[in-house]
């Protein structure tokens, strides 16, 4: 399973920006009963969850991203999405995807985002 990660770049504080990740290879209906999530790893600080989807539709969000940012899948793409909105310089880090199920545990190689002031 590959995941590839895009949609980073550079962007204005208050500004928005949408992930995008990838299960190529991925069959559907595993795609459908797995879980993701997007981390993100500031230089310095330890990677930390910013969003997670899970296979029963529920989602969770980090305590500095609720009402920001949305995660969302479109299974039929195999594709989640991280709808990022307001951005704040402090979202600077390189965002990487995960995938996990019963029996993997799958990360995408990163995407960068950039939040200027």
């Known amino acids: 399973v590959q995941l590839q990660a895009s949609g980073g770049g550079l962007v204005q504080a208050g500004g928005s920006l949408r992930l995008s990740c990838k299960a190529s290879?991925?069959?559907?209906?595993?795609?459908?009963?797995?879980?993701f999530g997007w981390y993100r790893q500031a230089p310095g600080k330890q990677r930390e969850l910013v969003a997670g989807?899970?296979?029963?539709?529920?989602?969770n969000y980090g305590d500095s991203v609720k009402g920001r940012f949305t995660i969302s899948r479109d299974n039929a793409r195999k594709t989640v999405y991280l709808q990022m909105a307001d951005l704040k310089t402090e979202d600077t880090a390189v965002y990487y995807c995960?995938?996990?199920?019963?029996?993997?545990?799958?990360w995408g190689e990163g995407t960068l985002v950039t939040v200027s002031s």
């Open positions: 290879r991925m069959i559907l209906s595993t795609f459908w009963s797995t879980s």
């Open positions: 989807s899970s296979s029963d539709g529920s989602s």
């Open positions: 995960n995938a996990r199920g019963q029996a993997f545990d799958y």
